[in-house]
């Protein structure tokens, strides 16, 4: 069975730009999750989606956005990008939210501002 | 605010057995986590407290204090392979799945 899977791997993109990020989860997962990782650092979360909906969200400024399609898959969306804003950007899926079940996370996607 | 608070760093020989430590003060708690993540790579989940005491998991296992608002992690019978960064992390009764990272244990197991 497929894992997590996220889309780019790695990106590079200049200040200022936009990017989208994709994420498919775990088959029969309906919830999916967003978060940061600057190196060094453990992941912050940004989002989770369920069922379409946002369900949470981290201390992230408004360019961050994100939204889950019928079959579960997911885009973060981040406009403005700054320097800062480069990470490690991680997807998890689970079954559904409050279960406290573990989090299954993707490879992630690397993007490099410039 | 909620914090985790892990140590930097931790080196040990194969073999070896190594306690990795985890303080938090959060503003709600579920439960507590244990996640490996190599180098490039992506965390994985090794474990899982939501009640005191111990779990064990092969050469694995995790403490959960509440009380305390302590937790460690155990490795046994240390391999090479074992050298990643640990992550502790809370997860919040808030009907959704958050997790609250710590800022990560580094482990080099040397042979």
């Known amino acids: 069975d497929a894992g997590v899977t996220q889309s780019p791997t790695h990106l590079i993109k200049t200040r200022g730009q936009h990017v989208t990020l994709r994420c498919s989860p775990i088959?029969?997962?309906?919830?999916v999750s967003w978060y940061q990782q600057v190196l060094g650092q453990g992941p912050q979360f940004i989002f989770q989606y369920y069922e379409k909906e946002e369900r949470g969200r981290g201390n992230f400024p408004d360019r961050f956005s994100a939204r889950q399609f019928p079959n579960y898959s997911s885009e973060l969306n981040v406009n403005a990008l700054l320097l800062g804003d480069s990470a490690l950007y991680l997807c998890?899926?689970?079954?559904?939210?409050?279960?406290?079940?573990?989090?299954?996370f993707g490879q992630g996607t690397r993007l490099t501002v410039v | 605010g909620q914090s985790l608070e892990q140590p930097s760093e931790v080196t040990a020989v194969e073999g070896a057995i190594v306690q990795i430590n985890c303080t938090y003060q959060t503003s709600g708690f579920y439960g507590l986590s244990w996640y490996q993540q190599h180098d490039g790579g992506a965390p994985t989940f090794l474990s899982y407290?939501?009640?005191?005491g111990l779990e064990e998991t092969g050469r694995f296992s995790s403490f959960l204090s509440r009380s305390d608002s302590y937790g460690y992690l155990l490795l046994q019978e240390l391999q090479m392979k074992d050298s990643a960064s640990y992550f502790c992390?809370?997860?919040?009764?808030?009907?959704?799945?958050?997790?609250?990272f710590g800022t990560g244990t580094r482990l080099l197991v040397s042979p």
């Open positions: 992390a809370v997860s919040s009764n808030t009907g959704f799945q958050k997790l609250v």
């Open positions: 088959s029969g997962h309906k919830s």
């Open positions: 998890a899926s689970n079954l559904a939210p409050g279960e406290n079940t573990e989090a299954f």
């Open positions: 407290n939501a009640l005191d």
